[in-house]
């Protein structure tokens, strides 16, 4: 299994400010993924993000609000957009193993204030 | 990706084996049952996948009906630390999971 860090683990925005949300696999991976999960709620995919290619967003996420980057076979952000506090959840990255299981990182929780 | 449904809420009592089932009758041949759980607001926990054949490993059991319409996820001695929502998701040979509402597990002292 692969080891995920992510960066903040936390942090209180104001509205109307973007924060990048960093992830850290200890290995090179293919697939990795993006999640939003809203208090009470379960997980919601946002985007998948291959290197090398532009991200794929679920319906309902767009690029203009959600932006990623990956730069390469260990790292991706996601960047939270003009936040409102409807944005406050907890963003989780993911990343696919050999079996096409996924493994999480910890998580961001994020307060829009 | 066929939808699956499992029951909101269960209890178990420590020590015994915990039951979880799942329903996924739109399943298809090449779909796979995957098992994670999510201790409050920690990241996903993989636990365990199977396609027909039952599977089993440190941390659980799967069992999966000949017709592949529903399957149990066995914890076969349940300790506090398994208090958790668990989560059933079928997939296939694309990348994503779809997360359903899951089951919370308590077990009881």
């Known amino acids: 299994s692969a080891v995920i860090s992510q960066k903040p683990s936390r942090d209180i925005c104001q509205r109307g400010t973007s924060l990048t949300i960093q992830c850290q696999v200890d290995?090179?991976?293919?697939?990795m993924f993006w999640y939003r999960q809203q208090p009470g709620q379960s997980l919601t995919l946002i985007a998948t993000?291959?290197?090398?290619?532009?991200?794929?967003?679920e319906s309902g996420f767009v690029i203009d609000k959600f932006p990623i980057s990956r730069p390469n076979l260990t790292f991706s952000t996601l960047t939270v957009s003009n936040m409102s506090p409807e944005d406050s959840s907890i963003y989780l990255c993911?990343?696919?193993?050999?079996?096409?299981?996924?493994?999480f990182g910890p998580g961001t929780r994020l307060t829009v204030t | 990706d066929a939808k699956t449904t499992q029951p909101p809420s269960m209890d178990c009592a420590e020590g015994r084996a915990a039951n979880l089932p799942c329903n996924h009758s739109?399943?298809?041949?090449?779909?796979?049952v995957y098992w994670y759980r999510q201790i409050h607001s920690q990241g996903p926990q993989y636990i365990i996948h199977?396609?027909?054949n039952n599977e089993t490993n440190e941390m659980a059991s799967l069992i999966i009906t000949e017709d592949r319409k529903s399957s149990t996820l066995i914890l076969p001695h349940a300790t506090l630390r398994d208090t958790a929502v668990y989560y059933c998701?079928?997939?296939?040979?694309?990348?994503?999971?779809?997360f359903g509402t899951g089951t919370s597990l308590t077990v009881i002292p």
């Open positions: 993911s990343v696919e193993g050999q079996a096409y299981e996924q493994y």
């Open positions: 290995s090179q991976v293919t697939m």
């Open positions: 993000a291959n290197q090398g290619s532009e991200a794929t967003y």
């Open positions: 739109t399943i298809s041949g090449n779909e796979y």
């Open positions: 199977g396609l027909k």
């Open positions: 998701i079928v997939k296939g040979r694309s990348n994503q999971f779809y």
